[in-house]
């Protein structure tokens, strides 16, 4: 960083002073030049005067007695002086003496005296005329200014000088430190500017100390910033780290299902990685089982005020069923458009878990049919329903016939093996939501909604039991069942009539030759 | 008697003269035609700028001794100067040849004798030395 000498601070203060004492100096020394001249003239109007009073007697005499010789020779002494150009003394009766120059009574400047008898006063006798030497009162009056002129220039020359010196000194060097100073100065940096000696109170002290201020509160600023930032890196560290290291997976999802970001988590839960799907054309809710459900939950998150939570099962793969719970909640985004943010747990070990837990607190251990007390209400509830639809349904009592002498014969392995065998069969005949309960040893209750197939169903239900039953060993069992059948509303509207007449029915089969099935008759109660 | 009335009248013009001085008068002889003089034309004839009377008679000017009581009083009275003033004043112009000062007497009497035997000389005495023989053209006061 370096300034120019011409731009330089004593430079220009240095021409300036300089150029407003040479103007200075120049009125002066017209206004000194127009004085000194008057006053030339002035002080040669009162050496004329003196010049005068010398000569006046014996001009006075010169002219009272028309004495040419005294009056020529007062006329020369006269014209002998250097402001005299031309003198004459004359007196009233004509006598008349003149030196030097040609002289008229006309000339400019001239100076006439009278001149009074010596005798008697107040009686004039002649005068005494002089003209003053102009040409030397201008010389001398325009040496005397011109003289004045030269000592005021070399006067103001040496203040120039010296104000050039003493600005540079006092104003400029420092100033000039101070500019490099700063210039070094790092922003932010502890370092200060120092105050030079002898200007701690002067403008460049209060300069000094305000920029040393600025450079603090630069500096404060600065720290503040770099802390700020730091801060906010290692939160967006920590943030990342959790987003990127978190269990759950976590989604953000527009309108239309679109995923926006997501966190490695969710890819592995929607087992993207080995699907192959690019997430960026996939929507949210094709990856699960339900996709309207998805829908409409993700429709729902989007207008509730509180987070929806659900537990939704994702689309099976190579037969595993997996299940996640998600919670998804409201988010507006920077641009103000809305969209959701779903976060997302497996939860498929903890379903297996409590469907197993169910499975064995309502099945039977050995058929895995449901036990009496969870088959009981099944029943209530079906019933219920069909209470509620007005339809129908029919309780099927099936009791094995020749059970208690393979119990008896071959042990309860094969006793086992038969009731297993009994429950598979009448389970693979049988629709999925039908209710099949193993309802005592060797006695299944099963409830169906098709009235109108019942007959065909229990007959199916005779055939299949019916085939051998293979006990292991080679050893094969033969067995058959009897079936009583009740109907809902028709025989009664409670769950124990309903059952108690099918037993009836069944007994009825079982005295009229056993293996068959017969419905309940009014007349028979 | 005559002699006691004479030293009466003497202590009495005596007195009379010292308590008044007497004036100075300007005389020339009686033959002289001018009558009278004026103070102008007595300064005139005695500083040197005119040396003639009105007939054309070139004028015999009388002086008194340097340290006569008239001269100075003549002089001091007529143009203020006193009797050196006046030596400075004709010694300036002694070289120019063209002026002179009067001619010089040696005492009253000399001056009064030389003014009854002299048509145009011309002088000057205390009041109280004056007697018919001379004619008084003027006065300096």
Known sequence: ?525 | MQKLFNIAMLSILLLVAARAPAGIVVIVNNENPVSELSKREIIDLYMGRNLYFSDGKLALRLDHPPTSGEREQFYQTLVKKSVAQMNAYWAKLLFTGRASPPLLMGDSEQLLDTVRNNRNAIGYIDESNLDDSVKVVGRVD
């Open chain 1, 1 to 525: 960083m370096s300034i120019n000498t011409r731009s330089s601070l004593a430079y220009q203060a240095g021409l300036s002073i300089l150029l407003g004492a040479l103007l200075l100096t120049l009125c002066f020394s017209f206004y000194f030049y127009d004085r000194t001249y008057r006053e030339q003239l002035q002080t040669a109007d009162q050496q004329l005067q003196q010049l005068f009073d010398t000569v006046e007697n014996s001009a006075a005499v010169a002219a009272y007695l028309d004495n040419d010789e005294i009056a020529l020779e007062v006329a020369r002494g006269l014209s002998r002086n250097d402001i005299v150009s031309a003198a004459m003394v004359t007196s009233l009766t004509g006598m008349q003496a003149s030196s030097g120059t040609e002289l008229s009574m006309t000339s400019p400047g001239i100076k006439s005296f009278a001149l009074e008898s010596p005798f008697i006063s107040g009686d004039t006798v002649g005068s005494i005329t002089m003209l003053p030497n102009h040409d030397l009162i201008k010389a001398s009056a325009q040496t005397a200014a011109w003289r004045h002129v030269f000592i005021t220039s070399i006067q103001s020359l040496a203040l120039v000088a010296l104000a050039i010196f003493l600005v540079h000194r006092n104003l400029s060097a420092p100033i000039k430190r101070l500019a490099g100073q700063l210039h070094i100065i790092p922003p932010g940096s502890k370092e200060r500017l120092q105050c030079p000696r002898n200007h701690e109170h002067d403008e460049i002290g209060l300069l000094i100390k305000d920029t040393n201020r600025l450079l603090t509160a630069t500096q404060n600023t600065l720290d503040g910033e770099r802390r700020l930032r730091e801060y906010a890196e290692s939160l967006e560290r920590q943030f990342r780290l959790i987003f990127e290291k978190a269990s759950c997976g976590i989604a953000l999802v527009n309108a239309h299902g679109k995923i926006l970001m997501h966190n490695p988590s969710l890819e592995h839960m929607l087992n993207i990685t080995s699907t192959q799907i690019d997430i960026k054309n996939a929507t949210f809710h094709s990856f699960f089982a339900d996709p309207d459900q998805v829908r409409t939950l993700l429709e729902r998150a989007h207008h509730a005020n509180n987070p929806v939570t659900k537990d939704l099962q994702l689309k099976p793969t190579h037969d595993e069923t997996r299940w996640l719970n998600s919670l998804i909640s409201k988010v507006t985004d920077e641009d103000g458009e809305m969209i959701v943010e779903c976060i997302l747990y497996d939860i498929s070990e903890r379903t297996a878990r409590e469907q197993q837990t169910q499975f064995e607190a309502e099945r039977d251990p050995l058929t895995g049919l449901y036990n009496r007390r969870a088959g009981f209400r099944k029943i209530e509830t079906a019933l219920q329903q069909a209470k509620e639809t007005s339809s129908r349904c029919a309780f099927i009592l099936v009791d094995l016939d020749k059970f208690k002498p393979i119990n008896d014969n071959y042990g309860h392995d094969a006793g086992d093996v038969v009731l297993k065998t009994v429950a598979h069969r009448l389970s693979s005949h049988l629709r999925q939501h039908d209710i099949v309960i193993r309802w005592g040893g060797d006695e299944f209750l099963i409830i169906v909604e098709q009235v109108n197939h019942s007959a065909r169903i229990a007959e199916k239900l005779l055939k299949t039991l019916q085939d051998d039953i293979d006990l292991g060993d080679g050893q094969q069992a033969s067995i058959g069942a009897s079936i009583g059948i009740s109907l809902f509303p028709d025989h009664g509207d409670q769950i124990e009539d309903l059952i108690q007449r099918a037993d009836v029915a069944m007994y009825q089969v079982k005295e009229s030759g056993r293996n068959h099935y017969a419905f309940y008759a009014t007349a028979q109660a």
